[in-house]
């Protein structure tokens, strides 16, 4: 039972971050336990998300709720029923009921402080397009994807692009996608394994995959060291688009037409 | 472009915004305003979509989603044309009755603004006279606020706007968008309903776990009738539907907090809106993914549905904090004091079309409240409620399990 409470404090600690916020968010709760007046507010203000605390690392909680979900790593979103924000907020404009322009500035400059700036996060970028994905694989999309009527392509692309392919174009099939990069999930795909794993490909072994798997097109960042080229494999070269080559193969093509 | 803009306009706010108009009238007064309609809206459009989509998922084997787009926009269409003549008629049955045929019909700002406050009611401000009345509960009504709130609701605003302009113009990495917005995309480009393997385009069975969370499937809906590629409608477009939404809720239980302070709202507006976008601690937090995964079932859970049972929370409770004998209520007020169980049910099932995570949160928050009320109150009425309420997920569940095991 130890083990597990210990499990949901792990959960807890990443959960809570870098930032301060649910310091203060415990600190609010505690101020509103002790100078809410008001029953009703109290019961959902106070008393609810006490007990969503509390329930949260009992261990009974988190043994029930992976029966339930099937999945563990899931865990911290029971901490997404304490209403953290209305929490906060409310706490200070109690605190500082008499003081508005005091207290929106204080109340501001403490959840600056003790926050992090979403904006700030380097999972976000400027949008290059308004399907907010990155232009080079709208541009290779639309030179490899099929016309209206004509069956539809498979291609095989870095897996730094495989998130973003059929977000684009869902014509275009690929041989592995996001289930083989993410890590925990420990598939196998053949592809992946000639393409993804070494650091320098076996070519013929790639191109051998490839076929075995019908894909018309391969896409291979530019920097990417081989062991040959794979023009001189079967494969023909068709344009440099931004950091990737993009080739068509001409046997799977041809097969693929009849 | 303007066309685009026109349809989606008319499908993403015009149509919800007349479906809110029905359900509205079994609210009480003071909270029938054009805020609660839209946020109503929704929630009804959301379950009308749950109640059509899963049916035409589980059932149809071929261009489900073509079967389900067309009754759920023909529903929607009935439903808005039901609200808006609804609405037509309490004008026509409260005005025309008080008023000169010829004055009504007579198009001025006095006459329309009259016809306005008979629909939404909820949004008549205090004239001085309500302030003299010793028998009037002026927290109940919208009041005026001081030069100064008004800057501060001018701050929220501001902070709002920016927030989606940069939802708008910055993009924001989520390996999670491979599945669900590709999920979207299929349903727009290939008519089907997640049975096709979002990562590599291989057919596959019906992803139990996923697919009752339709809100991908709405997302296609909404690419399908505004004619605009679902990527760009899941990045690009819904993020500022959702954005102002969540805020809608946030004022909603800023008026209950503060019922009695009402210069206090527009300073709690501020304090949450800065509060969403420092909210970054981690990865895992309802902020980041109110800002960096607007779009996704799980964001919807964790910023609007749990807010909205909030909200209904303190409404609820408020309720109970007037003690009213039931008998001696009439219709009306019996269905204003159980329509909060009403909205929760949507919710719930708003909740469901969401993730199948929401409806067992939502399920343990609606418990552990109801637990609190039942030893504050010893009210049995709490429970009856709440189960009512809790209907929506109960038959989620089951349908999960006949299809899962």
Known sequence: MFGIFMESWIIYRQYCGKGFLPIIFLAALIYLFFTEKDR????????????????????????????????????????????M???????????????????????????????SLVYRSNLITRAENPYHIPQTVVEICDMIA??????????????????????????????????????????????????????????????????????????????RSMTQDPEECGLKFMATVGKYRVYEDPEIIKAESK | MILTIFRLIIWMVII???????????????????????????????AVFEVIAIPCMIHIEYGSFH??????????????????????????????????????RRISGRTLRRKLEVIFPGECRLDAEDYLNPRRDVSLRKQRYSRESVAYWGIFVLIMLFQMYMAFTRASFDGDDAYYVTESLLAQQANVMNTILPYTGSSTSLDIRHALAVITMWAAFIAKAGGVHAT??????????YIPMTYLVYIQIGRILFRKKHE??????????VIQMFGNTS??????????????????????????????????????????????????????????????????????????????????????????????????????????????????VLIYLSIWI
């Open chain 2, 283 to 396: 990865i895992y937090t309802p902020e980041t993914f109110f800002l960096t995964r607007t779009w996704q079932g799980k964001s919807l859970v964790s910023n609007l549905v749990i807010p909205l049972l909030f909200w209904l929370f303190l409404w609820i409770s408020r309720n109970m904090s007037e003690k009213t004998e039931w008998k001696k209520l009439s219709a009306g007020q019996k269905l204003e004091q159980i329509s909060p169980w009403i909205l929760m049910g949507l919710v719930n099932m708003t909740s469901g079309i969401c993730s199948s995570m929401g409806v067992i949160l939502g399920t343990v928050l609606i418990g552990t409240y109801t637990i609190v009320m039942l030893i504050a109150t010893r009210r049995f009425s709490v429970m009856l409620g709440a189960f009512c309420a809790c209907i929506p997920n109960l038959v989620y």
């Open chain 2, 264 to 273: 206090m709202l527009p300073v709690f507006m501020v304090v949450i809106s």
């Open chain 2, 67 to 104: 079967y389900a787009c067309r009754i759920y926009g023909a529903a929607e269409l009935l439903l808005a044309f039901a609200g808006l003549l609804q609405s037509i008629r309490c004008v026509r049955e409260k005005i025309y009755r008080e008023t000169p045929a010829a004055e009504v």
């Open chain 1, 85 to 115: 924000g209305v929490i906060i907020a409310y706490a200070g404009c109690h605190l500082f009921e008499k003081h508005r322009r005091t207290g929106l500035v204080v109340m501001t400059a403490v959840v600056v402080l003790a926050g």
């Open chain 2, 232 to 241: 760009i409608v899941s990045h690009t477009i819904l993020p500022l539907l």
């Open chain 2, 16 to 46: 919800p915004f007349l479906m809110g108009l029905i359900p509205l009238r079994m609210l009480p007064q003071n909270r029938q305003t054009v805020a609660v309609t839209f946020i109503t809206g929704y929630l009804f459009s959301f």
């Open chain 1, 146 to 223: 099929p016309e209206k009527g004509e069956p539809r392509v498979r291609a095989a692309f870095p897996s730094e692009l495989v998130y973003f392919v059929r977000q684009y174009n869902t014509n275009i099939m690929m041989p592995f996608g996001r289930e083989m990069v993410e890590a925990q999930w420990n598939y196998y795909n053949a592809v992946y394994e000639v393409m993804e794993k070494p650091k320098t490909i076996d070519t013929r072994a790639l191109i051998a995959a490839t076929r075995e798997t019908k894909c018309s097109y391969v896409i291979l960042a530019t920097g």
């Open chain 1, 40 to 83: 009703w507010k109290r019961i959902v203000m106070v008393y609810v998300p006490l007990i969503i605390q509390v329930a949260f690392f009992i261990p009974v909680t988190r043994i029930v709720f992976v029966a339930a979900m099937d999945d563990g790593a899931t865990y911290y979103r029971f901490l997404w029923m304490l209403p």
